[in-house]
């Protein structure tokens, strides 16, 4: 499995970007999907995540009304919508996957990913 995110950038305060999810060996139709981040000198905390059987979601709640996610079967895609970004969103973005349909509970935990890709970086600044 080979994931790779893009769609960051340099966006200033309260503007948007859309970071999309590449999968290959994987398929987004099943399992579980998640958005990390890691901001400098800080933990790698989760953003949001997919149950991708039923969709179910889960996100943290500093993005809660800003971020949503969603996914394109057909691209095999998986993208991370961010409104409204504020300086601390600041950070390198990862997605990760498992092929388990994970309980709701565990759509937040790192441990719960077998499959990282690498970041993309996020800047919010004026």
């Known amino acids: 499995v080979q994931l790779q995110a893009s769609g960051g950038g340099l966006v200033q305060p309260g503007g948007s970007l859309r970071l999309s999810c590449a999968a290959s060996g994987f398929s987004f139709s099943g399992g579980s999907v998640g958005w990390f981040r890691q901001a400098p000198g800080k933990e790698r905390e989760a953003v949001f995540a997919m149950r991708l059987s039923d969709r179910a979601t889960r996100y943290a709640e500093a993005v809660k009304g800003r971020f949503t996610i969603s996914r394109d079967n057909a691209q095999n895609m998986v993208f991370l919508q961010m409104n409204s970004l504020k300086p601390e969103d600041t950070a390198t973005y990862y997605c990760?996957?498992?092929?388990?349909?994970?309980?709701?509970?565990?759509?937040?935990?790192?441990?719960?990913?077998?499959?990282w890709g690498r970041g993309t970086q996020v800047t919010v600044s004026s």
């Open positions: 990760a996957t498992s092929h388990r349909s994970w309980i709701t509970g565990a759509l937040l935990r790192a441990t719960s990913y077998d499959f």
